[in-house]
């Protein structure tokens, strides 16, 4: 059995397919067409039409997408790509394709993708989040990926950040909320956050190319953002306790987070030691299409 999977992003729509051992056999894109939910449907299909032409074989499909399915209606809900929302994406590609389909938040298929044979695999538990654009997160369970009856299972972009002190700026929240940890962490938080503390308007990858430099507005920007990050995480810990965390999307590639977070979470973890390894995601940005078609294979496996 082949395992097709499909990231779809706001940019680009990628396919890859994987045999039993994870190899990649093909792996092809196309540009997603964000304002038309028609032409997505038809991007998607398209390709994996191409594939399904190409190998001849039983195949199962996932695929993620920058948002999730409510429980209730079947329709997209909480998506940036907001032709998406409230379409019966499952259902059209289904229809078309004549062939079940398995849909995932992005952030989701990134745990999988990790926790099978990236950086968590091998760990009985594995909490994955991505800080790049967004703040999302997933959580695996001994190789399952775990969802729960409101589809937010791991999404820990949307609670406030804790042990909140005065350089913590609550900013509005598209979610409706005020000071949710993706305010603070997500890019376009940091840059905010940086901002209001030092009156410079930088992008987070010019901030770390001065932080990896010495600067030392930068060193001190860096110093409440780590903080942030590892109360943000302590409280993961303190309610899971994964035996790894993996750390994806833009930030992933910010090596002062794995050498300054995990000396600071002991202040806030309740524990005398605290353990949980921070790790890099090994697949980077094939994390999600990788996952997307683990995804399909976990469910044909459980029918
Ligand atoms: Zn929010």
Same mark, same amino acid.
């Given at each position: 059995m082949l395992q097709f999977g499909i990231d779809l992003g706001g940019t680009k729509t990628e396919i890859i397919v994987l045999n039993d051992k994870g190899d990649e056999l093909l792996r092809e894109r196309a540009p997603t067409p964000s304002t038309s939910y028609p032409a997505i449907v038809d991007t998607i299909c398209s390709l994996v039409e191409q594939a399904r032409d190409r190998f001849s074989q039983p195949y199962t499909l996932g695929i993620g997408i920058p948002g999730a399915l409510s429980y209730q209606t079947g329709l997209v809900k909480?998506?940036?790509?907001?032709?998406?929302?409230?379409?019966d994406l499952k259902g059209d590609i289904e229809r078309r394709l004549n062939h079940p389909i398995v849909i995932a938040n992005d952030a989701d298929c990134l745990a999988l993708s990790e926790a099978t044979d990236g950086? *968590?695999?091998?760990?009985p538990t594995v909490f994955a989040v991505i800080i790049g654009t967004g703040c999302g997160g997933g959580w695996v369970v001994n190789g399952q990926l775990i969802s729960g009856p409101n589809a937010?299972? *791991?999404?820990?972009?949307?609670n406030p950040l804790p042990w909140?002190?005065?350089?913590d700026s609550e900013a509005e929240c598209y979610c409706g909320?005020?000071?949710?940890?993706e305010t603070l962490l997500s890019g376009t938080g940091f840059r905010r956050q940086a901002l209001v503390e030092t009156g410079i308007d930088r992008t987070s990858v010019e901030w770390n190319r001065l932080y990896e430099a010495g600067d030392p507005v930068a060193i001190r920007v860096f110093e409440r953002y780590h903080s942030r990050i590892a109360r943000a995480l302590a409280s993961v810990i303190n309610l899971m306790d994964p035996h790894a965390i993996v750390l994806g999307g833009g930030?992933?590639?910010?090596?002062s987070i794995y050498q300054n977070v995990p000396a600071l979470l002991p202040q806030w973890?309740?524990?005398?030691?605290v353990e949980t390894p921070l790790l890099r995601s090994v697949?980077?940005?094939?994390s999600g299409v990788r996952g997307a078609a683990w995804l399909g294979s976990q469910q044909a496996s459980k029918q």
């Open positions: 909480n998506a940036n790509t907001v032709c998406l929302i409230g379409n950086a *968590g695999a091998g760990y937010i299972a *791991g999404e820990w972009g949307h909140r002190d005065d350089g909320q005020k000071g949710c940890l930030a992933s590639n910010m090596t973890v309740f524990s005398d030691t697949h980077g940005d094939s």
